[in-house]
């Protein structure tokens, strides 16, 4: 397995990431998956006996059961794993005080984090998404507080924009808090608009990324193509994706699903791990996010790495996956002599 370094951090994490949303499967979460514990601890050993340290949940998956399920698959194990989860929305209680970024809210659902995960500390804290209506500064007091009372080993955020992860970067410097070292985003061949703002911010601020949904639920997984379009009982269509589908072009991405095809066949490797092996090259992807329904899905998915596809290969998805960026984008990309766009 190759490790990584995660932002700028001292932390080294590996290339691919365990998610398991797909655990539990209950309060709307169950077109996702249903792994329940006997399943789970199977598929926790096998990444661990590829060198898969690192596992992804959130206190929503499931209304806390993805965190009960994984505490009880990492029995024996917690020492040599990372973990990393997710706080900001909300539970089934209705209560306002039990979503958001406040201290008051933080502070109780890491509590409830630690005791369903049966840990005395969680390595990656993240923010799951942006609260407009706290203050920032409360946040990151709060997020500061419980890295210096042992209970969080570092913070992340998830889903922000640009500006909302360069505002808390600022207040981290301001007061001397803990920061975020990494950003856990969406980013596929499919769906590219990370390359935009994040990506710049964060080979500029050295924050790391963690990539979720790689394989755009599914979409890029190698089942659907021209004359083989998604079933109606497939997952996204069963809700079992956090992608729109007004997110989604169908011709692009069957034009991109023909290159992998091609690809898939030069390099004997499959859709999927080619589309895998993409996002593994491109800047601040520190690990990838891999989900798995099955033992042989996951399987599958650990051989996206220890290999490289090649620069012309490369240069092809590129091409194939690029689309035209939003103002002022555009505009910045006519002026190359500025060096504010990307170069890959």
Same mark, same amino acid.
């Given at each position: 397995?190759?490790?990584?370094?995660?932002?700028?951090?001292?932390?080294?994490?590996?290339?691919? &990431?365990?998610?398991?949303?797909?655990?539990?499967?209950?309060?709307?979460?169950?077109?996702?998956?249903?792994?329940?514990?006997?399943?789970?601890? $199977?598929?926790?050993?096998?990444?661990?006996?590829?060198?898969? #340290?690192?596992?992804?949940?959130?206190?929503?998956?499931?209304?806390?059961?993805?965190?009960?399920?994984?505490?009880?698959?990492?029995?024996?194990? $917690?020492?040599?794993?990372?973990?990393?989860?997710?706080?900001?929305?909300?539970?089934?209680?209705?209560?306002?005080? +039990?979503?958001?970024?406040?201290?008051?809210?933080?502070? #109780?659902?890491?509590?409830?984090?630690?005791?369903? =995960?049966?840990?005395?500390?969680?390595?990656?804290?993240?923010?799951?998404?942006?609260?407009?209506?706290?203050?920032?500064?409360?946040?990151?007091?709060?997020?500061?507080?419980?890295?210096?009372?042992?209970?969080?080993?570092?913070?992340? &955020?998830?889903?922000?924009?640009?500006?909302? =992860?360069? +505002?808390?970067?600022?207040?981290?410097?301001?007061?001397?808090?803990?920061?975020?070292?990494?950003? !856990?985003?969406?980013?596929? *061949?499919?769906? $590219?608009?990370?390359?935009?703002?994040?990506?710049? *911010?964060?080979?500029?601020?050295?924050?790391?990324?963690?990539?979720?949904?790689?394989?755009?639920?599914?979409?890029?997984?190698?089942?659907?193509?021209?004359?083989?379009?998604?079933?109606?009982?497939?997952?996204?269509?069963?809700?079992?994706? %956090?992608?729109?589908?007004?997110?989604?072009?169908?011709?692009?991405?069957?034009?991109?699903?023909?290159?992998?095809?091609?690809?898939?066949?030069?390099?004997?490797?499959?859709?999927?791990?080619?589309?895998?092996?993409?996002?593994?090259?491109?800047?601040?992807?520190?690990?990838?996010?891999?989900?798995? $329904?099955?033992?042989?899905? *996951?399987?599958?998915?650990? !051989?996206?790495?220890?290999?490289?596809?090649?620069?012309?290969?490369?240069?092809?998805?590129?091409?194939?996956?690029?689309?035209?960026?939003?103002?002022?984008?555009?505009?910045?990309?006519?002026? %190359?002599?500025? #060096?504010? !766009?990307?170069?890959?």
């Amino acid at each position: 397995m190759e490790y990584r370094k995660l932002g700028g951090s001292g932390l080294y994490v590996p290339a691919l &990431c365990f998610g398991t949303v797909t655990f539990g499967g209950t309060h709307g979460f169950d077109s996702w998956g249903t792994t329940q514990v006997e399943d789970a601890t $199977r598929m926790v050993h096998i990444c661990m006996d590829a060198g898969v #340290n690192l596992f992804d949940t959130a206190d929503v998956y499931s209304e806390g059961l993805s965190e009960e399920i994984l505490g009880k698959a990492l029995k024996g194990l $917690r020492n040599d794993a990372l973990i990393s989860t997710k706080a900001t929305f909300t539970m089934l209680d209705g209560d306002r005080n +039990k979503k958001g970024s406040s201290r008051y809210h933080l502070i #109780n659902a890491c509590e409830a984090s630690l005791r369903r =995960l049966n840990t005395d500390h969680i390595d990656i804290y993240h923010m799951h998404g942006f609260d407009a209506n706290t203050p920032v500064e409360e946040t990151l007091r709060a997020l500061d507080d419980l890295v210096s009372s042992g209970k969080v080993r570092y913070i992340a &955020c998830s889903n922000f924009s640009g500006w909302h =992860l360069m +505002k808390s970067l600022s207040v981290s410097e301001r007061y001397g808090w803990s920061r975020y070292i990494a950003q !856990q985003v969406y980013y596929s *061949l499919l769906n $590219r608009d990370f390359e935009w703002e994040l990506m710049p *911010l964060g080979m500029d601020q050295q924050v790391g990324s963690i990539v979720w949904s790689p394989l755009s639920a599914g979409r890029l997984s190698g089942k659907y193509r021209r004359n083989n379009p998604a079933p109606a009982d497939a997952r996204v269509a069963q809700g079992g994706s %956090p992608i729109p589908e007004e997110a989604i072009s169908s011709e692009r991405l069957y034009n991109i699903i023909d290159v992998l095809d091609e690809i898939a066949g030069e390099t004997g490797h499959t859709v999927a791990q080619c589309a895998l092996n993409w996002l593994l090259q491109r800047p601040t992807v520190s690990s990838i996010i891999i989900g798995a $329904r099955t033992e042989e899905q *996951l399987k599958q998915n650990l !051989q996206a790495i220890g290999w490289s596809l090649s620069s012309e290969q490369i240069k092809r998805l590129d091409e194939v996956s690029q689309t035209t960026p939003p103002y002022p984008y555009w505009h910045q990309a006519q002026f %190359p002599f500025l #060096n504010a !766009q990307l170069t890959f």
